[in-house]
């Protein structure tokens, strides 16, 4: 069995390698290493062999997390879960960056909650790109609305969008699917250039992190290719 180490390095070579031949700036994509599931002697093994940024889905299960590993300096937190209204100061106080607000009461209580000693909270919406009934992810033609309404709140900073495209799909159109979310920051940053810095695609994931860096993702989000399969959720 290889060692998360192991994995963070094929994975690092994995995203070297597809930048490349998008012919796009080297350490123009980051690694989020998703950590669901896993538990903290995990995270701590990532850690030591170079990775900072985590991703969490489960806001108890992360919360757990960050305290244990609050020795860790430098160790940068992303939700990329469901936000439950109920959840946000939580989320508000513990985390860098939330890759998942889908609504504007969301994205104002965030702002409301941040505290002011810290920097704004980075936010990406979430789209539900393939319009799949049961996701989670606002409508494009909702996105103009909800930049401009998020763009004023003071505590967030509006990076970028997010999409978890369905990966059963054939390529071709998974990767039309980055693409049209592509197309979708490109035409937002046109249009709300005051809405914040809008440079951020978070897509990709272990199986099709090479076609999202293809379209102009800047971070993937990788959780079994760094850390193994995770555990079947009881
Ligand atoms: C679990 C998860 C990932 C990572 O998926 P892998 O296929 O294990 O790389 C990425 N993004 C989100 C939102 C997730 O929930």
Redesign the pocket.
């Known amino acids: 069995m290889s060692s998360i180490a192991d994995n963070i390095g094929s994975v690092t070579r994995r995203i070297q390698k597809a930048t490349l031949l998008a012919g796009r700036q080297p350490g123009a994509v980051h690694l ?1 290493a ?1 950590s ?1 599931t896993r538990p903290p002697e995990d995270l701590r093994e990532a850690f030591a062999a170079g990775q900072r940024a985590f ?1 969490e ?1 489960y806001l108890q299960e992360a919360l757990e997390k960050i305290e244990a590993l609050a020795d860790l300096e430098g160790i940068e937190w992303h939700f ?2 469901p936000i439950q209204s109920n959840k946000t100061r939580q989320v508000a106080s513990a985390f860098s960056w939330v ?2 607000v889908d609504r504007l009461k969301i994205a104002r209580r965030l702002s409301e909650q941040r505290d002011q000693s810290l920097p704004p909270l980075n936010i990406c919406l979430q789209v539900n790109i393939n319009e799949e009934d049961s996701k989670s992810g606002s409508r494009i033609t909702e996105l103009p609305e909800l930049a401009a309404a998020i763009g004023e709140l003071p505590n967030l900073e509006l990076r970028g969008l ?1 999409a ?1 495209p369905d ?1 059963d799909q054939p390529e071709a159109d998974l990767r039309a699917s980055f693409r049209k979310l592509a197309n979708t920051l490109k035409r937002l940053k046109t249009d709300y250039p005051d809405a914040g810095p809008l440079d951020t695609l ?1 897509m990709g ?3 099709d ?1 090479e076609l999202a860096i293809a379209e102009g993702a800047t971070w993937v ?7 193994g399969k ?1 555990p079947v959720k009881s």
Do not use: D, E
């Not at 989000?221 to 850390?227: E, L």
């Open positions: 989020l998703v669901k991703g889905n990329i879960g890759h998942s997010m978890i990966p978070s994931m272990s199986g992190l989000r990788v959780g079994t290719a760094v850390f995770r």
